[in-house]
RNA sequence: GACGGGGUAGCCAAGUGGUAAGGCCGAGAUCUGCAAAAUCUCCGUUCGUGGGUUCGACUCCCGCCCCCGUCUCCA
């Protein structure tokens, strides 16, 4: 068995195979939000795809390293602190916490660094690589006391994303401005301040300013994991110019191969078309949170289409989503009444977990792998209506699934019942028995006063929020 | 214009030379005090389209149509 991932910098499927002599350690980086807003689910797409990603290498024996930079400072941090008349760092603050805690609701493993631009050792680092690169004559000041990079001296700008620079179409963006570079392709390490910038700036050899966008994530990434990396992430809109700026910056400071695998995920479409504010059709994590879906359920949604294609997201596929869980649930819930507390049997793992790992080798093939677990489900059910699982096999499937969920965290929420609801639970099993059904049915009205619903089911009651 | 990603049942979506996985919806059955849920079964002679190669193509080749994305600080 070995994991293949597609290389954006080869457009083919390689075989994976970390730096490390052993072949064990990963060393991963992840470009993280803007905290200029709540993170939206096209955000989280990408998220969660890495989360797969890691939580798969994982599965298969890899120890993952994984940094994700916070950007705080760039022109919408600035722009939205100065509508909000706080300092930028208050501003910021607010929108960090709202992204970990949606992290946390999506089930996102944490990773083991989350570095942020502003922190006085990255600002330092990022001036200390623009230095050197001064030095090496690959950039210059501007005459706006801007630093640039200079991408002439760089033959290979360009190759990741496959693009011709010179056949570049000006878009408007660079039409109207910029015009202080020497080329029009030359992008920013350190911008010099200006007055819409307020108080945020830095002091630095080129005068007070902040550093450009794409240093910053070369500092971080270099900083915490060391001149090369195994795998970068993103998305695919941030292959060019973001990661050809990354590649450059970073080769020329350390003079190594930046990254040996570049993984992009596409973007994700909503009811049909790009999401967008203007559309209508533009949702954050929270949004959904409010209309009623649960994190499990989004994830489900995010998660169940491979990274490389577009995933159109509808209201309609959460519902979906929510189905196909329930019957997940279901499925688990009867398997832990047959086993019990009687131990897995000792016998080698499902036959339908060997082919779900396989799937994921194969570059992420979730839906090859969710077709496996389906499968897997089908086949268990029948065996337990034929009554021909064993308390023992049925222990060992909740193990295999285990190690499944591992990778997808897809089962259900623990959530705590209140004791004041399994006490009338309790009070209409009696009732039930006594075959009182008048006051049956008020004690389920009692318990779907409080927020629950009880469901009569053959291994007794069960008990959901409603 | 350049460079990408797609078009497989009502919807979502695997497969990529040997005769269409899986999920949702829908239909039937089982179970059931009621309600709800759950389980099982069924549900495409066909893979955008026109040619070609082949004993055989959704899968390879050529042409065409359509959708989506990126093109200098959007995941």
């Known amino acids: 068995m070995s994991v293949s991932l597609f290389n954006t910098a080869t457009r083919t499927i390689e075989a994976f195979k970390p730096l490390d002599p052993a072949g064990r350690m990963v060393k991963m980086y992840t470009c993280g939000p803007t905290v200029y807003n709540f993170a939206h689910i096209g955000n989280f797409r990408a998220y969660i795809f890495e989360d797969l990603l890691q939580r798969h290498l994982e599965a298969r024996g890899f120890e993952v390293e994984r940094v994700m930079n ?56 990022m001036i200390e690589m623009i230095q050197t690169l001064q030095s090496q004559d690959v950039s210059y000041k501007a005459d706006d006391g801007s630093v640039y990079f200079r991408i002439a001296k760089f033959p290979r700008y360009g190759q990741l994303a496959h693009l011709n620079l010179d056949e570049l179409r000006p878009s408007g963006r660079i039409q109207n401005d ?48 060391g001149p090369e990396l195994d795998i970068h992430c993103g998305g ?64 489900y949604v995010l998660l169940s289409v491979h990274y490389r294609l577009p995933l159109n997201f509808t209201l309609s596929g959460l519902d979906a989503a929510r189905t196909a869980l329930v019957r997940i649930d279901a499925w688990l819930e009867r398997l832990g009444a047959l086993a019990g507390t009687v131990p897995a049997a000792e016998t080698a793992a499902e036959p339908a977990m060997s082919r779900f790992l396989e799937a994921l080798d194969e570059d992420l093939n979730i839906s090859g792998a ?14 337990m ?14 193990a295999d699934f285990a190690v499944l969920n591992s990778i997808l965290e897809i089962d ?19 009732a039930r028995e006594g075959k009182d059904w008048g ?7 009692a318990v779907a006063a409080l927020g629950w619903q009880v469901k009569d089911t053959k291994q007794g009651p069960q008990i959901t929020r409603i």
């Open 70 to 125: 916070l950007t705080d400072v760039d022109d919408k941090t600035i722009a939205g602190c100065k509508k909000c008349g706080v300092p930028l760092a208050d501003f910021t603050a607010k929108f960090k916490a709202a992204f970990f805690e949606d992290l946390q609701a999506l089930r996102i493993k944490p990773a083991a660094h989350y570095p942020a631009a502003t922190a006085p050792e990255y600002i330092a680092r």
């Open 178 to 225: 910029e015009y202080e570079k020497e080329a029009i392709g030359d992008f920013a390490l350190w911008k010099a301040w200006n007055a819409d910038d307020g108080d945020v700036w830095w002091e630095s050899p080129w005068g007070r300013g902040r550093p450009g966008w794409h240093i910053e994530c070369s500092a971080m990434a270099t900083a915490l994991l």
């Open 236 to 299: 695919v809109d941030n292959i060019f110019p973001h990661h050809e700026a990354e590649i450059a910056q970073s080769e020329c400071v350390t003079g190594r191969h930046f990254s040996r695998y570049w993984l992009h995920c596409a973007h994700l479409m909503v009811e049909g078309q790009k999401m967008a504010k203007s559309a209508g059709n533009f949702y954050t994590l929270r949004d959904l949170l409010e209309k009623g879906y649960t994190g499990r359920e989004i994830r």
């Open 370 to 383: 969710l077709g496996q677990l389906f499968d897997w489900i089908r086949d268990s059910n029948r065996a």
């Open 385 to 398: 209506d034929a009554g021909q699982l064993t308390p023992a096999a049925a222990a060992r499937t909740l």
């Open 412 to 430: 259900a929420d623990k959530a705590s019942i209140p004791d004041a609801v399994l006490g009338l639970v309790q009070e209409r099993q009696a």
């Open 439 to 445: 006051r049956s049915d008020q004690l389920r009205d």
